[in-house]
């Protein structure tokens, strides 16, 4: 065994036994097939037709062409030996308008999905909401309205009833910040509204959602499944200047203002001081937060890249570095003291740090907010500019990225962490939000002309950690 204790490269390393191997991918983002089927337009349809909001005019009008490739990637997972494949459900597949009639088209695509992962040995790990929300419900107000919670958990009945006898892992929502913050204040997603208190009332109608689908779902829901959400959580550094109360301000919109209601059953006082003169919570109901903090099975953890903040001094240009496709808002209302700083390279192509040690830091600092919480990691990875030549797709920087972030997993767990999992992002390539197909994710490579996949340097190592349970 050779070890490095700065760069993460360590060799000879094994996860235990009942650790799950996997990757992830988004219904939007791969799917294709949009207008096929009975599915309703998602404002992710809406947003990316929209001249100016997506890099190149791009939209997941085709995407990776999934709908109708299923059998072939089903296929390429079990090739590559995945334990678990953790896919989205596209609601307005479900019902189109987001309430009402369920297409049975939709469900029948799902079902087809699972039952083709279980027959390749492979675990369902199914997310009920990743960004594409149905156009319906966004012009009733979307997440700014209360009601988008209780259609919410309809449609979580719907899909528990039609698949609950069959997918191993339930997850409620992905990435809520990104729903909230980026969808609604910053206007960099979809459905690219740019106001502080629209973003704080989809903050909450976000969490109420989340505890509104656990109770249908554990209602109808008839196998021993896990329940879960998946947060992107940020790790936060100082960078000078009043850096402890810049740290306290984002970590309170950026994580606790999600892990307060879902796992303490409470929003944190200074995040409700801190957003006063934008919002009085008011949106907040007697007992909503009971119904938020329900207990989960396993807390779902993206990780990517780190930040650093500090107090802006207002003689000087702010710095705005914190990672985010700028789009006119700001996704941090309540902080407009706060600055990011341009992290330290290398960096990936979407121009996020490369830090390993974050990723350790992140599941430490989770172990001890939660102790008795289990872990998975539902995303991590990298894009890069992938190129075929000669057939071959040859992303060293990938492989030694995704080795660097195993090891920094690998150490958490040494240090007493209950991490069951990590999921791989993405198994494909494909359309990367408001970035389209500009950036590649995949350890599979994807001609978007063509539809070709082609297993990536990335692909083989990855397969052959499975196989062998370590990093060799």
């Known amino acids: 065994m050779t070890s490095d204790t700065t760069d993460y490269r360590e060799t000879g390393i094994e996860f235990p036994a009942n650790f799950v191997f996997g990757s992830a991918t988004a219904s939007y983002q791969i799917e294709g097939a949009v207008h096929e089927d009975g599915r309703g337009p998602s404002i992710w349809d809406t947003f990316s037709h929209t001249p100016g909001r997506v890099v190149n005019g791009d939209t997941g009008d085709v995407a990776d062409d999934h709908y109708h490739r299923l059998d072939e990637d089903l296929d390429l997972m079990k090739r590559l030996g995945l334990q678990a494949y953790r896919f989205s459900i596209a609601w307005p597949r ?32 199914a997310t009920l909401y990743h960004w594409d929300l149905p156009q319906a419900l966004e012009d009733a107000g979307g997440w700014t309205n209360r009601d988008t919670a209780y259609r919410f958990a309809e449609y979580a009945s719907i899909v528990g009833r039609a698949l609950g006898d069959r997918v191993a892992t339930w997850t409620t929502l992905n990435e809520p910040w990104c729903s909230a913050y980026l969808g609604y204040g910053s206007g960099a997603h979809a459905p690219g509204v740019t106001s502080p208190v629209a973003a704080l009332r989809a903050v909450h109608h976000l969490n109420l959602a989340h505890g509104l689908a656990l109770t249908e779902l554990r209602r109808v829901v008839t196998n021993d499944a896990d329940y879960s959400v998946t947060l992107n959580l940020h790790v936060i550094r100082g960078g000078g200047r009043g850096e402890d109360e810049a740290i306290r301000q984002i970590d309170a919109l950026a994580n606790r203002a999600f892990t307060g209601p879902m796992l303490l059953g409470a929003y944190p006082p200074d995040l409700l001081d ?48 914190d990672g985010h496709k700028a789009a006119g808002g700001s996704p941090w209302p309540g902080a407009d003291n706060v600055e990011f700083l341009e992290q330290p390279g290398p960096y990936t192509e979407m121009g996020w740090n490369i830090a390993p040690d974050g990723l350790e830091e992140l599941l430490l600092s989770l172990k001890d907010q939660f102790p008795n919480q289990p872990l998975m990691i539902t995303e991590n990875g990298a894009a890069f500019d992938d190129r075929v030549e000669d057939g071959r797709v040859h992303d060293a920087k990938r492989v030694d990225y995704l080795h660097r972030h195993f090891v920094a997993a690998h150490r958490a767990m040494a240090q007493g962490v209950d991490l069951r999992g990590y999921q791989v992002w993405s198994l494909l390539d494909n359309f990367e939000w408001a970035y389209g197909y500009t950036k590649r994710f995949g350890i599979v490579y994807v001609d978007y002309e063509t539809q070709e996949r082609i297993l990536k340097d990335s692909a083989l190592w990855y397969s052959e950690v499975i196989g062998s349970r370590r990093i060799s």
Do not use: C, K, M
Request: glycine fraction near 10%.
């Open 94 to 125: 479900i019902q189109p308008t987001g309430s009402g009639p369920v297409n049975q088209a939709g469900l029948d695509f799902y079902g087809r999905l699972v039952d083709g992962l279980l027959a390749r040995g492979i675990a369902p790990i």
């Open 274 to 321: 801190d957003t006063a003169a934008i919002t009085d919570w008011a949106f907040v109901q007697p007992g909503d937060l009971e119904l938020i903090h329900q207990p989960i099975d396993v807390l779902g953890v993206n990780y990517y890249s780190t930040a650093t903040v500090r107090l802006w001094d207002r003689s000087t240009a702010r710095q705005t570095a």
